[in-house]
């Protein structure tokens, strides 16, 4: 839908619909059927492409241009993600974590929905709903999806599984997997037939196959058997009206005046002659905005939105959980059956995941401590001679044996013409890879992770200390699983270093009681932007256990249930805020004219909170949080004489201001500082920066020193401590910006100059012009003089004032 957006230069066509849904996993594709199916005009925004039964990389070519980095001009499905304790491993594409999980649908244990559960640094992992209220989701889901056990229970490495849990005495079971086995629902399990279209049709129009068992479902089903996404819900969401866009990056919000929000995205298009993808900047507005394109993506999305969002809740980046995956290995379980024979595992027969044990927890009332799940790992068929091939020592004998032997029959004069079997000696027995099994570990690990900003990037604080007790266990039940069928236990290499790798990122946007320990409530709306909904991973407050993407999928039915039992926000009635002030010269502080100048360069740290007023205030509690702001700026008074004359005493500030919650390193566009201003009895230094932060929104920092002779030898804390606010907007002095200022402040906080600092800055004095050395004097003697006026006139009388030392 379109509308006129009033009151600009030119008359623009603004595009408004009642949804945005940003994503298409399992939570963004569930909303975005949900609401098309109840008559709402839907636009789904999903940064990777579409991928078709057939379009998934299986060569080295395909496979080297199948990750996603766009600014090595990579838009691939495998986005992979290191952090300080961990690694990552998302995907990006229509259908979202669908197209590279392992099909396995599980709820999530009723017991292990835990309220006030301590953590080791403080706080709670609370969930703010039950299983109760999510089973008929769980219903609404599976009856969509069509899930259903492995029907082929003798694959060798089901079969070796469950026969393993019946010796060390635990439970095992055929989970239900979201794969075709049979053409349609209840039909007879067959490999390679034609799947029946549903009556919603399908978004591809390509032909899908039934499982035929190749272990490729982490790598993109080509074949068309899985049930990812693509297939169910967003066909469906399709047929009733959704458009969906591909290759379309969020990376803007802003809340409208009078409700709604704008969302800014970039749209890649097609690759140019230089490599590069062609990028255009586009803009959608809508009643309502949904995120969910997973924990990753939807919580950077929020930090990097800070400005525009400022009553997104502190709880942002918090509850981060990896739901316990750790991956370990069998190697060579060359244990015999019953019946004598020696077992072969062959793990790359049948779908990835086939069966799975769980461990109790201690909330059951029979098991101790955090509660998990281990199942078996396929892998492609492919990989088995990637495997093997490695393995140097081996393969280089076996060639060599080969070599040898053709070359006595030559050097004999024997004639043999048949060499069959020293080629299948060459190819070799392939022990390793059909005796072999990678094992998949997660439940109920600590949520006790945060996400942030770190120079612009996303960062993940996590280890695995606090959750130390629930990876031994896991562990230790892995080695016993390994040691039955008769093989070696492997840890992961990363292990060894504290380090896991997970599929399954979860929290980061929990949902919570109380802005304090949640960003969104129980339904998944945000408590400080109402019609902003989180429904992906993000919003989980702790782990699932079992696979999450079931979970997540029903808790976005119930987020949009809720949202379609209320009426339907009015239709272009949200505007811009005015918040972006003109930076052009006539509101702006005048440049000083060039002559014989001078400049210096001035480094300052300390901290900042958001959503503070009070620079005190702020600084205290961004101590506590660790939330650093710094400045570093060449301070340039192009003509000295000029800047001493004036009444202002201005200057040009030139630089960068750097803070991790407001996306890292961020160049100033223009700043400005006036020295030694004349203010009452007391002389001041005013500092006002304009910038930008990631997501384009203008800030100003306006900040201020007090030169004042007080009680006490104050003078070295009154020239180097910066009491600081951030306004939205480029704000400009004078009476109609500091109106705007008083409205628009975000945040504030303390800068000081540090001793070393103040001591690098003395060398870094110059002079420009005619005269360089006499304008650092005249500039040096102005400073004295302005200090001299401050602190040996006589004192003024007493009046309040912040404190001078918020060391």
């Avoid at 490495?157 to 019946?166: Q, S, Y």
């Avoid at 866009?245 to 140019?272: A, N, Q, S």
């Avoid at 230094?685 to 929104?697: A, E, H, I, V």
């Avoid at 006499?774 to 009046?799: H, N, T, V, W």
Wanted: glycine share 12%; proline share 7%.
């Amino acid at each position: 839908m379109l509308f006129i957006e009033a009151g600009c230069a030119e008359m623009a066509a603004v595009e408004y619909v009642d949804a945005v849904v940003v994503g298409s996993g399992f939570g963004a594709s569930v909303a975005a059927y949900r609401l098309a199916e109840a008559g709402r005009s839907v636009v789904v925004l999903e940064r990777g492409r579409a991928y078709p039964p057939g379009s998934f990389a299986r060569n080295p070519y395909e496979m080297s241009r199948a990750f996603w980095e766009p600014k090595d001009e990579l838009l691939g499905l495998f986005d992979i993600r290191s952090f300080r304790k961990l690694e990552a491993i998302v995907s990006a594409g229509l259908g979202g974590g669908s197209l590279i999980y392992a099909n396995v649908l599980l709820r999530k244990d009723e017991k292990w929905f835990v309220h006030d559960s301590p953590l080791p640094g403080g706080g709670y992992e609370h969930w703010p709903i039950g299983r109760h209220e999510l089973d008929r989701h769980y219903d609404a889901v599976e009856a969509m999806m069509t899930p259903v056990p492995n029907p082929y229970p003798d694959l060798p490495k089901a079969k070796a599984l469950r026969e393993v849990a019946v010796t060390l005495g635990l439970q095992a079971f055929s989970p239900p997997l979201a794969v075709s086995f049979s053409a349609r629902p209840g039909a007879e399990a067959m490999q390679k037939q034609i799947v029946d279209t549903p009556e919603y049709g399908n978004i591809h129009g390509v032909t899908r196959l039934t499982c035929r068992l190749c272990g490729e479902c982490d790598i993109g089903c080509n074949e068309g058997a899985k049930n990812t996404l693509d297939h169910n819900y967003l066909s469906a969401a399709a047929r009733h009206g959704a458009d969906l866009r591909t290759l379309c990056d969020v990376d803007g919000i802003t809340p409208l005046d009078g409700g709604g929000y704008e969302v800014r995205y970039v749209r890649y298009g097609e690759l140019l002659a230089d490599g590069r993808y062609e990028r255009t900047r586009e803009v959608i507005r809508c009643g309502q905005l949904f995120l969910g394109a997973g924990t990753f993506g939807t919580t950077s999305l929020l930090l990097r939105n800070r400005v525009a969002l400022p009553a997104i809740g502190r709880a942002l980046g918090t509850r981060f959980s990896g739901n316990g995956d750790l991956i370990t290995f069998c190697l060579g379980a060359e244990s015999t059956t019953q019946s004598g024979h020696t077992r072969i595992l062959d793990p790359a027969y049948g779908p990835v995941i086939t069966t799975a044990i769980r461990q109790p927890d201690g909330l059951d009332g029979e098991g101790q401590g955090r509660g998990y799940y281990v199942q078996e790992a396929g892998f492609p068929e492919f990989t088995n001679w990637l495997v093997e091939t490695a393995q140097i020592t081996s393969s280089m004998r076996r060639a060599a044996n080969v070599v040898s032997q053709i070359v006595a029959h030559r050097l004999a004069n024997r004639n043999e013409s048949t060499i069959s079997g020293e080629v299948a000696r060459l190819v070799g027995q392939g022990r390793l890879t059909s005796s072999s099994l990678p094992l998949l570990g997660m439940g109920r690990d600590t949520p006790d992770g945060r996400i942030r900003l770190t120079d612009g990037e996303l960062d993940v604080e996590w280890t695995t200390a606090t959750s130390k007790a629930y990876f031994d266990a896991m562990r230790t039940t892995m080695q016993q699983i390994t040691e039955s069928l008769g093989g070696r236990f492997r840890d992961n290499p990363l292990w060894w270093t504290k380090r896991v790798v997970t599929v399954h990122p979860l929290g980061g946007s929990p949902m919570g009681r109380a802005p304090h320990d949640g960003v969104v409530d129980s339904w998944g709306e945000s408590f400080g932007h109402p019609g902003l909904f989180v429904v992906d991973g993000a919003a989980v407050p702790g782990p699932v256990g079992p696979n999450p993407s079931l979970t997540i999928a029903a808790m976005a039915d119930r987020v949009a249930e809720h949202v379609l039992d209320k009426p339907k926000p009015a239709v272009g009635r949200g505007r811009r805020p005015a918040a972006r002030m003109d930076p052009a010269a006539s509101t702006a502080p005048v440049d000083p004219v060039p002559g014989r100048g001078m400049e210096f360069t001035e480094q300052m740290k300390g901290y900042l909170a958001l959503d503070e007023t009070d620079p005190l205030t702020g600084w205290e509690i961004g101590r506590q949080l660790t939330q650093r702001f710094m400045f570093q700026l060449t301070i340039t008074a192009p003509d000295v004489d000029r800047f001493v004359a004036g009444d202002d005493h201005t200057a040009v500030a030139e630089g960068y201001v750097d803070c991790d919650v407001l996306g890292g390193r961020l160049p100033v566009q223009r700043g400005w500082a006036n020295l030694f201003v004349a203010s009452g009895a007391h002389r001041e230094m005013r500092y006002r920066l304009w910038f930008s932060d990631l997501s384009g929104q203008p800030v100003t920092m306006y900040g201020f020193k007090t030169v004042r002779d007080d009680k006490g030898l104050d003078m070295w804390t009154d020239t180097s401590t910066l009491y600081i606010t951030l306004m939205r907007g480029h704000v400009p002095p004078g009476p109609a910006g500091e109106q705007d200022a008083a409205a628009g402040v975000f945040g504030a906080g303390v800068l000081r100059i540090l001793p070393l600092d103040f001591a690098r800055q003395l060398t870094t004095f110059r002079g420009s012009g005619s005269g360089p050395l006499a304008s650092i004097a005249k500039f040096g003697a102005f400073f004295a003089m302005s200090m001299k006026d401050a602190y040996l006139r006589p004192r003024p009388a007493a009046s309040a004032a912040p404190s001078k030392d918020p060391s």
